[in-house]
């Protein structure tokens, strides 16, 4: 019977031994931040960027294949392996995908636009190179001359005569380009139009690029100016006939569009990812070099720490690189099981800032929450701006407040500013929105120098680089190893910022009240807002398949919390609102 009893108890001690080995250890956020700031410097992202802002890139032209196959040689050197050569134990593969173009692509070569008589050009690609309209065509080798007509209305059109004359306008040149140079036979056309955010007075020589729409059989031209140039050409017109000579030289070829497709395959749930998308075209430095470097040195520091086994990751991680909205929404709907396989997506657009320079902030746009609905508070729109969305529109999910609180973290440890707005889409982060995914987008806004020929790599910051891909890779980290103990950390994180949030929302609405507006309409956005978090809550039994009873019995009480502090909060209203609100 002893004997009978020692083997039992042996056979006990091995079985929890063996389970103990088991067990994925709980790493927290913080202790990813730690982990990752030893070894992410930001210094692999500023040379990316260096490297890619250098070219204007439009999908297909030579800048951005080049950069395409830049970003290969990287993940090669950090050990990512080919797909076509890599087995199904090598967690480091990419590939490059190649598709045809609809249509050929573009690059700008040179050009020059000179007032008839002044020896100064009014503008120069060397100086400008965002002045020549994309899809425009070369001009014959010794330029177009030709007399400028002033045309202010779309009405302008049909009393003015522009046949081989060059249009100078402030409409937008995609709308009347094709009568304009087909049906009235104008050489080319001239615009203005920058917005006011670029604070075009005090940044002269800015010039945002524009584009025209391919269309076979056209080859037009159009020149968008900068505001000194704009100055220089209205006062040449008041003073009487102005003729300009122009010289453009684009390029305008077939070629193929090219997609990075990166992962690190999950050693336990390689069937769950999330992914990360960072678009290549426009050719601006922090639009959208930054995001490619940024998210290039996430892809090789991560590599660095599972080859030195500093940690595992549980779920695979992929890296998209291509073009904008396009390649993400592509590898999404391209593949149903693949689709179905993403948990979360993350954008980096614009993540590499010197916002002493450029005046704009870093920002988390959430996923769609009751701010896109009602903005008020602290919650503000950038000035790319949004629309009014409705509660139908929302998706509750654990994502906003999670990846809010950890760049909070390297926030409070970097002292560096981070700031959240309102969905209002736009770029890498609509796909996943579209499918159903959460997803959200990292970026700076307002940046005066947007869009522009002004956004070089002297407007870019490492240290703001560093802080991103830090606190991105920390949070990545962290979903892609989640575990039930994850979802409790997560639990607490979201029942602080779903008080916080009843808490403020409920003295604004109090306010409101006091000077005699509706009380429902009040009531309605602390119960939407309470609804928000009762399903984002839900949402955090995802983290683990095998949700423990513990942490649905947590979920469980900080739901409660949540209906209780709502149910106060309207309490408190209906007892301040004058009888004609009610």
């Known amino acids: 019977m002893i004997r009978k009893l020692t083997l039992l108890f042996m056979l006990f001690i091995l079985v929890a031994s063996c389970t103990k080995k088991e067990e994925t250890p709980h790493i927290t956020t913080d202790q990813y931040l730690n982990l990752v700031r030893s070894k992410f410097t930001g210094e692999q992202a500023y040379t990316t960027t260096a490297f890619v802002e250098k070219y204007w890139r439009v999908v297909g032209n030579q ?144 010039i945002q690029f524009r584009s025209l729409r391919y269309t076979e059989g056209l080859k ?70 930054t995001g490619v470097g940024t998210q290039l040195e996430m892809a090789k520091v991560l590599a660095a720490l599972l080859k030195e086994e500093k940690l595992t990751v549980k779920r695979t991680i992929t890296f998209l690189w291509g073009d904008e909205i396009v390649s993400t929404q592509r590898y999404i709907k391209e593949d149903n099981v693949r689709r179905e396989s993403i948990k979360w997506g993350i954008s980096l657009d614009m993540v590499g800032e010197n916002t002493s320079i450029t005046g704009g902030s870093f920002l988390i746009e959430k996923m769609p929450d009751p701010s896109a609905v009602w903005t008020r508070g602290n919650d503000k729109h950038s000035e790319w701006g949004g629309e009014v969305m409705t509660l139908n529109q929302m998706r509750p999910h654990y994502l906003n407040d999670f990846i809010i609180h ?60 560093k802080n991103v891909g830090t606190a991105a890779l920390a949070a990545v980290l962290t979903l892609v190893n989640g575990n039930s103990n994850t979802g409790l950390d997560l639990v607490a994180v979201l029942e602080t910022a779903a008080l916080t949030r009843l808490d403020a929302e409920s003295k604004l609405s109090q306010e409101i009240v006091l000077k005699n507006n509706p009380l429902q309409s009040q009531i309605d956005i602390l119960k939407a807002w309470e609804d928000w978090y009762l399903k984002s809550l839900a949402a955090i039994k995802d983290i683990d398949p095998t949700s423990s009873e513990n942490l649905e019995e947590t979920i469980s009480k900080a739901q409660q919390t949540i209906q209780k502090r709502t149910e106060t909060a309207i309490e408190k209203l209906r007892a301040i609102a004058p009888t004609t609100t009610l």
């Not at 007509?149 to 249009?167: A, C, G, S």
Request: a negative charge; aromatic letters at 10%; glycine letters at 6%.
């Open 63 to 206: 800048g951005f294949n080049k950069s395409i196959h830049h970003i290969a040689n990287e993940l090669e050197a950090a050990g990512f392996i080919q797909e076509t050569n890599a087995s199904e134990q090598d967690q480091f593969v990419y590939r490059i995908e190649k598709r045809p173009l609809k249509h050929p692509t573009w690059e700008p070569v040179d050009a020059v636009i000179q007032i008839a008589g002044e020896e100064d050009p009014l503008l120069q690609f060397a100086s400008n190179r965002n002045m020549i309209y994309l899809n425009s065509f070369s001009t014959p080798e010794e330029g177009i001359s030709g007399e400028v007509v002033h045309i202010k209305t779309i009405e302008d059109l049909n009393q003015i005569n522009v046949k081989d004359k060059i249009v100078y306008t402030s409409l937008w040149a995609g709308l009347i380009y094709p009568r304009v140079v087909q049906e009235l036979g104008a050489l080319g056309i001239v615009t203005y139009n920058n917005p006011s955010y670029l604070q075009s007075e005090k940044n002269t020589t800015s």
């Open 220 to 289: 037009p031209w159009a020149i968008a100016l900068s505001y000194q140039a704009k100055k220089r050409l209205d006062n040449a017109l008041q003073k009487g006939k102005v003729v300009l000579n122009t010289k453009i030289k684009t390029k305008v070829y077939p070629s193929e569009e090219l997609t990075v497709v990166a992962n690190i395959r999950g050693s336990k749930i390689p069937y769950e990812r999330l992914v990360l998308s960072a678009h290549v075209q426009e050719p601006g430095a922090n639009d959208n070099a």
């Open 406 to 465: 950890t760049f909070q973290k390297q926030g409070d440890f970097a002292d560096w500013n981070v700031e959240t707005n309102p969905f209002e889409g736009g770029s890498d982060h609509t796909p996943f929105l579209d499918a159903n995914i959460p997803g959200l987008l990292l970026w700076h806004f307002t940046d005066q120098f947007y869009h522009t020929d002004n956004d070089r790599l002297d407007k870019v910051s490492q240290t703001t680089m």
